[in-house]
């Protein structure tokens, strides 16, 4: 089931998620309609806040860059509780970032090429790894929203002040995304 994305101004965008238990109802579901939902709008990550719900579950493909980065051919993953648990900030890159929740707006954000995290996999296994490249790039991104963080908070000030702007337009409503919104 394709489920509507909340946008720009929704409060559950801003609040920080909560870590999930086994019992959590109909979970299999909800993360299908997650990877639907995400397919459909054509985005490579999704977090469940962008669907409303303030739980942290996030889903993440990156298939489609297969043409470039053949070692993610199928990588269509789910992350149950994801964590960061440690930045590496010897090695920064600045890299164009959008966000489904923000449709319409591509600035280039500066992230750590190489962090920790700490997981539970549908089978909820915990999972604690480094991670780097494009991953590390996505989850970056995605588990901010479940800090209750965007990538626009994360421009710098000059930036900040140019899509001010383009972020009023989302919450008057003015904006029109290819994919169903709340
Ligand atoms: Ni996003």
Redesign the pocket.
Known sequence: MILPIYTYGQSVLRKEAEDITPDYPDLKQLIDNMFETMYKSEGV?L?AP?IGLNIRVVVITLDVLKEDFPEYAGFNKAYINPHILEYDESETQSMEEG????PGIHEPVRRPTRIRVRYQDVDFTTHEEWVDGYLARVMQ??FD?LDGK??TDRLTPLRKQMVRSKLTALLKGKVRATYKTK
């Open positions: 990550g977090a962008q966000c489904l929740s923000l991104h995605e929203h965007l990538f």
